[in-house]
């Protein structure tokens, strides 16, 4: 299975962005690059993906490489509700037996300062 | 729309004795799978159903099975519980499984184990 590499943990002020890289240099072709975050005593909650493109949404942006052994997620102007732990998680599109599953890692906590 | 339901939110079991968890997916989601997280880890997985067939298993011992139902909803069941079962359990459901689909995440069974 690709594996994903994050930093344990990050501080940030609120209301500035945020920045949070990720490394997975063993991604293949068909795996999309998916970003959960989980707040304190909450299950996993999903924030963003992506294939090759640049990706917004409301809640955050994500950006990745050209050779896709990177990408980083933003959050444009961090709160202290947005403090939780950030997976950074490969998923094969392909889908058959187990590929359709999440493997997390440790993840990176996000503290946010007021 | 409710979200990913399951049920008991806290569960305190002693060792040896059977536990079941269950889980209700959003509206229209087809795809169940169950993870469990012990404190200080990222979540890990457990199975995965879609359309009601077990469509992939983690490394965990056969004293874990599970189920899914006609309606979607499905079942964890632990058998002769150790002290190491101790975690949070968390269900996500899906539409498919696997094409860039992201998971949405219960709050989880909170299970102690004495």
């Known amino acids: 299975d690709a594996k994903t590499t994050q930093p344990n943990s990050m501080e940030s002020n609120e209301e500035e962005p945020v920045h949070l890289p990720c490394n997975h240099s063993?991604?293949?072709?068909?795996?999309?690059i998916h970003w959960y975050r989980q707040l304190p005593s909450q299950g996993p909650e999903y924030v963003i993906h992506?294939?090759?493109s640049n990706v917004n949404n409301r809640m955050a942006s994500l950006a990745i490489a050209e050779d896709r052994k990177s990408s980083t997620l933003i959050l444009h102007r961090a709160t202290l509700r947005d403090a939780a732990v950030y997976y950074c998680i490969l998923r094969d599109a392909n889908y058959g037996g187990s590929q359709g599953n999440l493997i997390f890692g440790k993840g990176t906590k996000l503290s946010v300062k007021p | 729309d409710a979200g990913v339901t399951q049920s008991p939110t806290h569960l305190i079991k002693t060792r040896g004795q059977h536990v079941t968890l269950r889980c209700s997916p959003i509206?229209?989601?087809?795809?169940v799978s169950w993870y469990q997280q012990v404190l200080g880890q990222g979540p890990q997985f457990i199975f995965q159903y879609y359309e009601k067939e077990e469509r992939g298993r983690g490394n965990f011992p056969d004293r874990f099975s599970a189920r899914q139902f006609p309606n979607y909803s499905s079942e964890l069941n632990v058998n002769a519980l150790l002290l190491g079962d101790s975690a949070l359990y968390l269900c996500?459901?899906?539409?498919?499984?696997?094409?860039?689909?992201?998971?949405?995440f219960g709050s989880g069974t909170r299970l102690t184990v004495v």
């Open positions: 509206s229209g989601h087809k795809s």
């Open positions: 996500a459901s899906s539409h498919i499984p696997g094409q860039g689909y992201g998971y949405t």
């Open positions: 992506g294939l090759t």
């Open positions: 063993t991604i293949s072709g068909t795996d999309y």
